[in-house]
């Protein structure tokens, strides 16, 4: 319809192309500006996962010519195929290798300057290393190792921005050129080539010390994708073959041994069993299975063989759609970051004329070429922004791995940022507090009838219906071993019940009112204190005579008192809303420890509530599990969804609690909290060492080694301190 109003609008298309040959937050800076200047293209390029999520106009743009536009600016990028990922790796650890060779050839050429150094210090002087082999051996690091920060800052250069390189390459050749013409033109001078080697060396260390901390950052995707089984024993021509996981269709039959995972989603056909489904839903217990309970890839069978039909192959199950989301969240910018981006845009031209500003002031003050060019070569090499540019997404790619090893899918930064502020969580009650299932609560016996005699007349008169409470019944009989009594000439009474012959006599089973307008009479004193319990309560006849009363309500799941008092104490106010009657809301608020409710809204009236809430300065949350539960959870500032729950709800909320528990919830604000504190953190420490560093290699107090040290190490610092998220768990695993 949109199309069809809008005949001009382009559609737009999807892709995340992996990008090559940044150095630093400043190139994601700079590809994000000119992938944004291509018309209705919206461009978010991530720094710590190398990749760039573009939205584009299909009809008017594609794929080459977005990464035409990349390569214009002095980056590389190309499509992703099936194997994509599996490539890339293979790239990165050839590139990593590539990079520790040389690194090592850099340290054996730069281990007689460090020699030199000490030397130096302890004042033996430095005649045993002559200036002509300083030279020599600083010609290969300088031009050989180092000469991928020169191809750097000419690509960033001549794509108008600057970037590390650019810091680098100046650096270590001012330090280098002066020593070099010292020693070519037999000047009396010292020499510096210390400085530009060990710059180099330091930086490459900590580059491929970055390098595998951000491996490590990253690695829950491919711990989710290593979880996928390669082959699956699937039913051909009445045998059982095994064949590749990814040659299985919808409709397959297939086999799944006690102690092997699960090849795809399914359904189960025949056999029965518990499978462990801990890297699904965080779950501890293993799921019981019987006939048509549903199976999910990568789960493992604990015990009986399981004969399934699949489902869900390929992309559509559900580990691929949480390794999506993963990547998703990954990718993702948190509001928090764009101060940092914003500063890393323009952090190398400040630094570069702090650098000059340095220089020019002492040459003024000494009337010393040699005692400027030190302090300014310190200035370029100590700047970092590449700390900044790793602070918040490396803490995201953690936190929301780490999320979703615990059942707990968040679909972006920003909700995983949001999530932290709540300080109010609007919970739907069916499904959410409670189980979402009726169930038998109460039997209460009239007229010499057991509990079972009433149970097996009620069974007999809801036997083929499909109503709710006729489930809770029948599945109470069946729980009992209760046979239902024979039945024949059923009727339905609307909207109150309905009457049949059981067992030769006729029976009726519905509201109280229907007993009372057949003129038989209920027992007040046990019937009000059920109702005053907000439960359903239907009356049970036969032969002109009450058998009983069974109650019925949704029972509240056993976490949910638990979760609520849990929330309470991270300072959030929980409210119910529900579309139940008062008494039913009153009892359940109070069995959860809920002081505040409202009963009887429609779904219209909770997302208006939720905009009340806002508008009085509130940091609103909403769970919820149901269709009418999704235009409140598109309201909420960050909206969750039982896992268990519609795909409605699921696709309209920023979070997805995949053990569908309440106390998956607090999870989830507790984890925001602890990756936003490190985030905190690592913005301060990158903030604290630039401001803190450059004063001081500007003031002279800062050995350009040193500084190049220091520089290398904050990167490491960030991305290390992100790391240790790895240790959160959640507070309350469910048992």
Request: net charge neutral; charged share 20%; proline share 5%.
């Amino acid at each position: 319809m949109d199309q069809l109003l809008n005949p001009s609008r382009p559609k737009s298309a999807m892709i995340d192309l992996p990008i090559t040959g940044m150095t630093c937050a400043a190139c994601a800076t700079r590809i994000e500006k000119v992938l944004n200047r291509l018309p209705d293209v919206k461009a978010a390029v991530n720094f710590a996962t190398e990749k760039a999520h573009i939205e584009y106009p299909s009809g008017r743009i594609g794929p080459a010519e977005l990464i035409s536009a990349i390569r214009k600016a002095g980056y590389d990028a190309k499509e992703t195929s099936a194997a994509g990922d599996a490539e890339r790796k293979a790239e990165r650890q050839v590139a990593y290798q590539h990079d520790l060779r040389l690194f090592t050839i850099s340290a054996i050429l730069t281990l007689p300057y460090f020699a030199l150094m000490i030397a130096m210090f302890s004042g033996h002087g430095h005649g045993w290393f002559p200036p002509a082999a300083q030279l020599l051996l600083a010609t290969p690091v300088q031009f050989w190792i180092g000469w991928r920060f020169y191809t750097g800052s000419y690509h960033a250069l001549r794509g108008g921005g600057a970037n590390m390189d650019v810091l680098i390459a100046l650096g270590t050749s001012m330090a280098y050129a002066y020593s070099a013409a010292v020693v070519l033109l037999g000047l009396d001078g010292h020499l510096y080539f210390e400085a530009s080697v060990s710059i180099i060396t330091l930086v490459f260390l900590g580059k491929l010390l970055e390098s595998r901390a951000r491996a490590r950052a990253s690695a829950a995707i491919e711990e989710l994708i290593r979880l996928q089984p390669k082959t699956a024993r699937v039913e051909r021509d009445g045998a059982i073959a095994e064949i590749p996981v990814a040659n299985m269709r919808v409709g397959d039959v297939f086999v799944v041994r006690p102690g092997e995972a699960v090849p795809v989603d399914g359904k189960v056909i025949e056999g029965s069993s518990s499978v462990d489904e801990a890297m699904l839903t965080g779950e501890s217990l293993p799921v019981p299975k019987t006939a048509d309970s549903p199976v999910y890839a990568a789960t493992i069978n604990a015990q009986g063989l399981l004969r399934c039909s699949a489902t869900g192959v390929g992309a559509d199950t559900a580990l691929a759609g949480i390794i999506r989301l993963v990547e998703e969240a990954q990718g993702s910018k948190a509001p928090i970051q764009r101060l940092a981006d914003v500063i890393a845009g323009v952090f190398v031209p400040v630094v570069v004329a702090i650098a000059a500003v340095t220089f020019a002031g002492w040459w003024w003050y000494s009337g010393s070429f040699a005692a400027a060019l030190i302090p300014a070569v310190a200035v370029l090499v100590i700047a970092c922004p590449c700390a900044l540019g790793l602070a918040t997404p490396t803490a995201i790619m953690v936190g929301s791995g780490v999320g979703a090893r615990a059942g707990v899918l968040i679909k972006n930064a920003e909700a995983l940022e949001r999530a932290g502020h709540i300080d109010t969580l609007v919970v739907d009650k069916t499904g959410t507090l409670t189980r979402g299932q009726p169930a038998i609560t109460d039997i209460v016996a009239f007229d010499g009838h057991t509990e079972d005699d009433v149970l097996r007349i009620a069974a007999a008169l809801e036997t083929g219906s499909e109503h709710p409470l006729a489930r809770a019944v029948l599945d109470c009989a069946s729980k009992r071993g209760v046979k239902s009594a024979h039945m024949q000439e059923f009727s339905a009474v609307t909207g109150m019940g309905v009457r049949a012959i059981v067992d030769g006599a006729p029976a009726l089973l519905g509201s109280p009112r229907l007993l009372a307008d057949a003129g038989l009479t209920v027992d007040p004193a046990a019937l009000t204190p059920l109702l005053d319990q907000g439960k359903t309560v239907i009356g049970v006849a036969r032969d002109r005579r009450v058998a009983g009363l069974i109650a019925i309500a949704d029972p509240l799941r056993p976490t949910s008192k638990a979760a609520v008092a849990a929330l309470q104490s991270l300072g959030i106010e929980v409210i119910m809303l529900t579309g139940d009657n008062r008494r039913t809301a009153e009892r359940i608020a109070r069995e959860a420890g809920v002081t505040r409710f409202e009963a009887e809204m429609l779904p219209q009236h909770k997302a208006e509530y939720l905009d009340t809430l806002q508008q009085q300065g509130h940091v609103v949350g909403m769970i919820g599990d149901g269709v009418n539960d999704a235009p409140a959870l598109a309201g909420a500032q960050v909206s969750f969804a039982m896992g268990a729950g519609s795909d409605v709800a699921i696709h309209a909320a920023d979070v997805t609690l995949m053990r569908s528990d309440l106390l998956s919830a607090v999870d989830a604000v507790r984890l925001s909290r602890a990756t936003f504190r490190k985030i905190k953190q690592n913005l301060f420490f990158a903030f604290f060492y630039n401001v803190l560093g450059i004063p001081l290699a500007a003031a002279g107090l800062l050995n350009p080694v040193i500084a190049g040290a220091a520089m290398a190490m904050s990167s490491v610092s960030v991305v290390s301190n992100s790391l240790l998220l790895k240790r959160w768990r959640p507070q309350h695993p469910v048992q």
